[in-house]
């Protein structure tokens, strides 16, 4: 055991400008920051941090600041002041590690190239399980649990690289279940997001990338939302939307939010406490193939979004309209059934113009 004193300032063991060091098997507790690693000439790289205890430390549990390669594996790291810190670092690896009960975040990475965040327990934390800027990282099933904030969060500052973001549980945590910002070409896929109190998926200018597979239920707000809020070349459209699960969530199981040409296909959107899917100042979409059913207010709403493709969907026995378009205007609606719903069957307000019907299934009773 490396024991000390609860001291902001003091180090349990540091690593500075080495090469191919081991740390395993050992307990580091009650120091400022329980295992540093930081820059000297030549550089500080290829370290392990194996089968250790890194506990109540006032700071960090794990800090690196401009290090190289790092692994840290089958360790945990508890009661710090932040789990794990990286900083202007590269390729490291965050594996089979439980970080717990920290006071702030659990992995926190800033502007750390090549990371991999896998098969982790991370919950309990007082700020975000994980939290990455200005580059992302591939966060790859963990289980992400009671953190005060937003369980997963990776924000790659408009970053170009593929990052895969899959295979998580992310659920009760304190915000959002998943939040990824920024990101170009990236998939987020099979993940199970559950009981958070914001959204369940929460995708802010996510260009060109597919949303696959992932199950989003009794979230506080939407199951997924995408939002475009950049003005920018960057933007945050052409996304692939296929076969997920967005169910019994407290407001729309799906939103899209001036995110455009986007592609809405063979999802599940039902029993939510809004819309099943609202699509608002938004052109450009196809949305085909989808089960839209039993949510309690309409089932597609539309809300200045223009030249849209409504497609082959089944829209049935929602308790609002079937199909709402609000100040919409040149929409396709073809090959729909819409049935059973508690008002209208479809509203085509006063404020919109030049949508096309063809070929849908319209009745009272499905």
Same mark, same amino acid.
């Given at each position: 055991?490396?024991?000390?004193?609860?001291?902001?300032?003091?180090?349990?063991?540091?690593?500075?400008?080495?090469?191919?060091?081991?740390?395993?098997?050992?307990?580091?507790?009650?120091?400022?920051?329980?295992?540093?690693?930081?820059?000297?000439?030549?550089?500080?790289?290829?370290?392990?941090?194996?089968?250790?205890?890194?506990?109540?430390?006032?700071?960090?549990?794990?800090?690196?600041?401009?290090?190289?390669?790092?692994?840290?594996?089958?360790?945990?790291?508890?009661?710090?002041?932040?789990?794990?810190?990286?900083?202007?670092?590269?390729?490291?690896?965050?594996?089979?590690?439980?970080?717990?009960?920290?006071?702030?975040?659990?992995?926190?990475?800033?502007?750390?190239?090549?990371?991999?965040?896998?098969?982790?327990?991370?919950?309990?934390?007082?700020?975000?399980?994980?939290?990455?800027?200005?580059?992302?990282?591939?966060?790859?099933?963990?289980?992400?649990?009671?953190?005060?904030?937003?369980?997963?969060?990776?924000?790659?500052?408009?970053? /170009?690289?593929?990052?895969?973001?899959?295979?998580?549980? /992310?659920?009760?945590?304190?915000?959002?279940?998943?939040?990824?910002?920024?990101? /170009?070409?990236?998939?987020?896929?099979?993940?199970?997001?559950?009981?958070?109190?914001?959204?369940?998926?929460?995708?802010?200018?996510?260009?060109?990338?597919?949303?696959?597979?992932?199950?989003?239920?009794?979230?506080?707000?939407?199951?997924?939302?995408?939002?475009?809020?950049?003005?920018?070349?960057?933007?945050?459209?052409?996304?692939?939307?296929?076969?997920?699960?967005?169910?019994?969530?407290?407001?729309?199981?799906?939103?899209?939010?001036?995110?455009?040409?986007?592609?809405?296909?063979?999802?599940?959107?039902?029993?939510?406490?809004?819309?099943?899917?609202?699509?608002?100042?938004?052109?450009?979409?196809?949305?085909?193939?989808?089960?839209?059913?039993?949510?309690?207010?309409?089932?597609?709403?539309?809300?200045?979004?223009?030249?849209?493709?409504?497609?082959?969907?089944?829209?049935?026995?929602?308790?609002?309209?079937?199909?709402?378009?609000?100040?919409?205007?040149?929409?396709?609606?073809?090959?729909?059934?819409?049935?059973?719903?508690?008002?209208?069957?479809?509203?085509?307000?006063?404020?919109?113009?030049?949508?096309?019907?063809?070929?849908?299934?319209?009745?009272?009773?499905?």
């Amino acid at each position: 055991m490396v024991e000390g004193q609860s001291r902001s300032g003091t180090v349990g063991i540091l690593i500075r400008g080495a090469d191919g060091v081991t740390v395993e098997d050992v307990e580091v507790r009650e120091w400022g920051n329980g295992i540093e690693l930081e820059y000297k000439s030549p550089g500080t790289r290829n370290v392990r941090i194996v089968d250790s205890h890194v506990t109540d430390n006032v700071r960090t549990g794990i800090r690196g600041d401009d290090v190289g390669k790092t692994t840290i594996r089958a360790t945990h790291v508890g009661d710090n002041g932040v789990g794990i810190h990286f900083s202007v670092s590269s390729t490291l690896a965050v594996h089979d590690t439980d970080i717990y009960d920290n006071d702030g975040r659990g992995i926190y990475l800033d502007d750390t190239s090549r990371a991999s965040i896998e098969g982790n327990e991370i919950f309990d934390n007082g700020g975000q399980g994980i939290y990455t800027i200005d580059l992302g990282a591939d966060v790859v099933d963990n289980e992400v649990s009671g953190n005060a904030m937003t369980g997963i969060h990776v924000d790659a500052d408009n970053n /170009a690289r593929l990052y895969e973001i899959s295979g998580n549980e /992310a659920w009760d945590n304190g915000e959002h279940g998943i939040v990824v910002r920024e990101i /170009a070409e990236t998939e987020v896929s099979d993940n199970e997001v559950r009981g958070n109190d914001v959204d369940g998926i929460l995708l802010v200018d996510f260009h060109d990338g597919e949303v696959i597979d992932n199950e989003a239920r009794k979230n506080g707000d939407d199951g997924l939302h995408v939002l475009k809020e950049s003005t920018g070349s960057f933007g945050g459209d052409s996304n692939v939307i296929e076969n997920n699960v967005l169910e019994e969530n407290d407001d729309d199981g799906l939103f899209v939010e001036f995110s455009s040409e986007n592609v809405v296909e063979n999802n599940e959107m039902t029993g939510n406490g809004d819309d099943g899917v609202q699509f608002s100042g938004t052109e450009d979409n196809e949305l085909v193939d989808n089960e839209v059913t039993d949510n309690d207010d309409d089932g597609a709403r539309f809300v200045e979004a223009n030249d849209n493709d409504v497609v082959g969907n089944t829209i049935e026995e929602n308790d609002d309209d079937g199909l709402d378009l609000e100040n919409s205007d040149d929409n396709d609606i073809e090959e729909n059934s819409i049935c059973g719903n508690g008002d209208s069957q479809i509203v085509d307000d006063a404020t919109s113009t030049g949508n096309d019907y063809d070929d849908n299934d319209v009745a009272s009773r499905c």
